[in-house]
């Protein structure tokens, strides 16, 4: 009789399976970071895997899905999902933004103000020397 080696056959095809799925958690990673285009095609191919086996896998399906909506959404921003700015972060900026020019807006009418009476005291100045003098 014969030993029953079909342990060993399912053991090595987990670790393949293991081995495949982490390939393509690699592939997506990468192309995100890359900031390119995440496609089924762009995972199978630097995974080395088939598309239909992508189609076939719910999680990673769900994030290519994902991400290849985030870079729809921004076909210009070609930055890691990570990486990209919040409307939040980008609503504080732009407050940040308008009250610092309101602050050098100020600070410049005031500098102004300060300059012109400098230079008419300078004149008041120039003018009662002139008078001194008689010229």
Known sequence: MRADNSQHIV???RRRSEYTR???IQALRELDAAGEPVTFE???????????????QPDLR???ERLRALHRRAPSAQLPAGQ?????????RLEAANTR???????????????ARALGEQRGDRITT???RGT
């Open 11 to 13: 053991n090595a095809a």
């Open 130 to 132: 002139d008078r001194v």
């Open 42 to 56: 762009a995972v199978a191919k630097r995974a080395e895997v088939s598309r239909s086996w992508l189609y076939g």
């Open 84 to 92: 990209r700015t919040s409307d939040a972060s980008l609503l504080r």
């Open 62 to 64: 769900t994030e290519v």
């Open 101 to 115: 020019v309101r602050q050098l807006t100020e600070e410049n009418q005031r500098l102004r103000t300060q300059l």
């Open 22 to 24: 982490s390939r393509a």
